[in-house]
Structures are given as structure tokens and as C-alpha cells.
């Protein structure tokens, strides 16, 4: 059953309904979930609060035929702004809780979009210690306080660990904990189906961006590793993905992601000069110099990411100086250290 017009519905499975959300980004569009079970609804991620997303959320369930009081269950997969934004606005539509990680509950304890607040200012020191230029730097502090204001504050939300059941009705949803693109990304898994609701912890077109943040979790890398290689292992008929399509070979995936960021470690290691390079240069050789504002900022925690697992993997090495940090590539730096040493024998 195939709904189209205001709102973007389709049943994509029985009693699972998708909600495309649009979005001010290049993505575009948030895929939302709607979990039916006996009576009983879980919506999975909200979309950000805009008037257009609110009017389509509000369209999609009368599309769908449900009042929002049966909706008993929120589920934010991470706090980023496209699922977590509306969480507020549609707790106080439903009367439904919201549910989340415990540690992708921990961030939101943090002002991120308040100017002057302690996650402001570590941000602020992160991208300027980058090399960021400074222009740069205030126009993306201008446009995340801009985004702040399509975030609901959120009251109360219930915290769920690796393993627990999420029940809607008779349906039986397993919290599988996923760090890596957030530090505690939280994906549900319906054994009796197979289905995986994956948020962005896979995509099926784009690599989900792997992002060093202050504040958050200081090895992305090596946790979304590990998390990939952890899903790869479960018994997946169909994966639902935030952004994208529906995708079932959810191990082969795994392969290409994996692929992709050893590929981008070992590009990184080639790429950095022997003086050392600072993480903002290494973006733009990475991703390129003629990206919009928004894409520099997450090339560059991308960037990070990488050159931090580098590090705790010991091929690269971390220095300040001036302000600035600077990362060298530890056999390239051997190499020189026994050449002059030959040198001067
Ligand atoms: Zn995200
Ligand atoms: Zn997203």
C-alpha cells in the first residue's frame, strides 16, 4: 500500500509505516518510522521542528488512520538535530515517552547550541586548534544557533541499554547500542522479522559521518568499527535506514563501510608532510576545498576521527604548537629520524 502526496507515507512492511520528513539540509529528507502493534504505535525518530516537517507529521497520521494517543513510544535513535528536534512537540501531541540510549542521553545534558556555554566554548577551541579559519569558525557558530531553535527542550526521557526490550503491543523490539557516528546511536532489532530499524548507523548511499566532537566519545572510529563488525552478525532480513531506502544485505554493507574507512586511514597517512599537517589541511586535501560551510565543518570532525584512531593504532603521532595541532605520520618520521642519523654517523 502506497500513500503519496502531503507527508510521504508508505507502508514499507506490515504494520510499519515510513514518515518522509523534509529537512534544510543536502539530505533533505528524514525517514520516521511508525511501529504498529496491536492498537499500540512506536514512532522512531522525529525529523527537526519546522512548521513544514510539524504539518507533515501531523498529515502522515491522518494518512495512516491513527490518533496521535496511540502512539506509546518514542524512540530517538541519537541526538542529532533531523531525529531528535520534534521529540519534544510530538511528547506533548502523544502523551508517549521517549526512550533513547543512556549514553546518547548524557548529550543532551550539553548546551551545544547556547553561545558562551561550555559545549560552545569546546567546540570553539576544537575547530580554532584545527587550523579552522576564523571566519569560518562564526559563521558556523551562527548558523548552530539558528539550528538550536528548531530543537525542542526534552523533559523526561526513559534510558535504554544494550539488549533491553523495547514492547509495543505485541510487537518486541531489542535496543541494540551502536556508538560510532553518536556515542551511544541506539538501533532496534525484531527478532521475530528480522527487521532492523538502523537509524544512522548504516545508509545505504552515503557513509554515515564519523565525527570527533568535544565532549562526546573520544575514539568514534574504533567504536563504530566495532559496532559494525557487532551488527554484521545479526540475522537481518530488511534494515530501515533515516536516510535512503530499505536495504537487506546488511553484511555486505558492513564490508563496503569498513573498506571505505581503512581506505580514508591509509589516504591520510600519505597525505600528511613531514613537519606534520594540522587536521583543517588535512580536510580539504581529503574532501576538498569548495565545500558549503556545513560540509566543512563535518569533513573536518571526520578528519579528526580518523587521525585520532591513528594515533591510538600508534601510526600517527599528535603535537602543539602555537595553538595549532599537528599530526605526523610515524614511519615517515622513523624513516627521517634514521636518515639523519645515518647522516650525521
Ligand atoms: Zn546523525
Ligand atoms: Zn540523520
Not at 169 to 196: N, V
Not at 320 to 327: D, I, K, M, S
Request: with cysteine.
Amino acid at each position: 500500500m502506497v500513500h503519496q502526496g502531503t507527508g510521504d507515507v508508505e507502508e514499507i512492511s506490515p504494520g510499519c509505516w515510513v514518515l518522509k520528513l523534509p529537512l534544510p539540509f543536502p539530505v533533505e529528507v528524514v525517514n520516521c518510522y511508525l511501529i504498529e502493534g496491536n492498537g499500540e504505535a512506536c514512532l522512531v525518530d522525529c525529523g527537526l521542528h519546522t512548521s513544514k516537517a510539524l504539518a507533515h507529521f501531523q498529515a502522515a497520521l491522518r494518512m495512516i488512520g491513527i490518533a496521535p494517543g496511540d502512539i506509546s513510544t518514542i524512540v530517538v535513535t541519537h541526538y542529532h538535530p533531523d531525529h531528535l528536534g520534534m521529540a519534544g512537540t510530538i511528547q506533548s501531541m502523544t502523551g508517549a515517552r521517549i526512550v533513547m540510549s543512556s549514553s546518547e542521553y548524557e548529550m543532551l545534558g550539553h548546551n551545544w547550541y547556547d553561545p558562551g556555554s561550555n559545549a560552545d566554548r569546546a567546540i570553539h577551541q576544537m575547530l580554532e586548534q584545527s587550523g579552522m579559519p576564523r571566519s569560518l569558525i562564526a559563521r558556523l557558530h551562527a548558523q548552530r544557533v539558528r539550528l538550536g531553535s528548531h530543537i525542542d527542550p526534552v523533559q523526561e526521557v526513559t534510558a535504554v541499554n544494550e539488549g533491553d526490550a523495547i514492547i509495543v503491543g505485541r510487537r518486541r523490539l531489542q535496543a541494540i547500542i551502536t556508538p560510532g557516528h553518536s556515542p551511544g546511536h541506539l538501533c532496534l532489532f525484531e527478532a521475530e522479522t528480522g527487521l532492523f530499524w538502523v537509524g544512522d548507523h548504516l545508509l545505504p548511499r552515503i557513509t554515515p559521518n564519523i565525527g570527533l566532537f568535544p565532549l562526546s566519545n573520544p575514539q568514534p572510529l574504533g567504536s563504530y568499527l566495532t559496532s559494525l563488525e557487532k551488527v554484521s552478525q545479526l540475522p537481518v532480513k530488511l534494515a530501515f535506514p533515516a536516510h535512503g531506502e530499505p536495504f537487506e544485505d546488511v553484511r555486505g554493507r558492513v564490508e563496503e563501510l569498513i573498506l571505505h574507512h581503512q581506505r580514508r586511514l591509509h589516504t591520510l597517512l600519505s597525505l600528511m608532510t613531514r613537519r606534520g599537517s594540522t587536521p583543517y589541511t588535512l580536510s580539504q586535501k581529503l574532501f576538498g576545498k569548495n565545500l558549503p560551510d556545513q560540509a566543512r565543518r563535518f569533513a573536518l570532525a571526520e578528519t579528526l576521527a580518523h587521525l585520532e584512531h591513528l594515533v591510538a593504532e600508534g601510526q600517527a603521532e599528535k603535537a602543539q604548537e602555537n595553538g595549532l595541532v599537528r599530526y605526523r605520520n610515524v614511519a615517515a618520521a622513523g624513516r627521517e629520524r634514521r636518515i639523519a642519523g645515518r647522516a650525521n654517523s
